[in-house]
């Protein structure tokens, strides 16, 4: 994958997640207004909001971890080093680029 097509797939995952995680925080679900019981709330009610919430919020920060990991591919671009691998300095086999082009290290140091 060359610098370019990187930068235009990088740039368009990068739009498509920070729509979703604002999406995610404007449809955060509201406090229920039902009153039911001696606490105000049903007990399954309050847990599945909570859950919800969890989820939507969960979804909206791994978002925004996904998009700062794109902005610092993108930004790699820029500075020419896009590409390689940044423990051993190799270059980052086509491949694997092409699955994640934010990818900053090479199948070997992965885990790094």
Known sequence: MDAEKARRVLTEERDRLR??????????????????????QHPGDYGSEVEE?????????ESERQAAEIDAALQRI?????GRCRVCGREIDDERLEARAQADTCREHADS
Do not use: K
């Open 53 to 61: 919430t969890m989820e939507r919020e969960g979804l909206a920060d």
């Open 19 to 40: 729509e979703m995680g604002s999406w995610s925080r404007e449809h955060q679900p509201e406090v229920s207004v039902q009153q039911e019981g001696a606490l105000g």
């Open 78 to 82: 820029e500075d020419g080093t896009w």
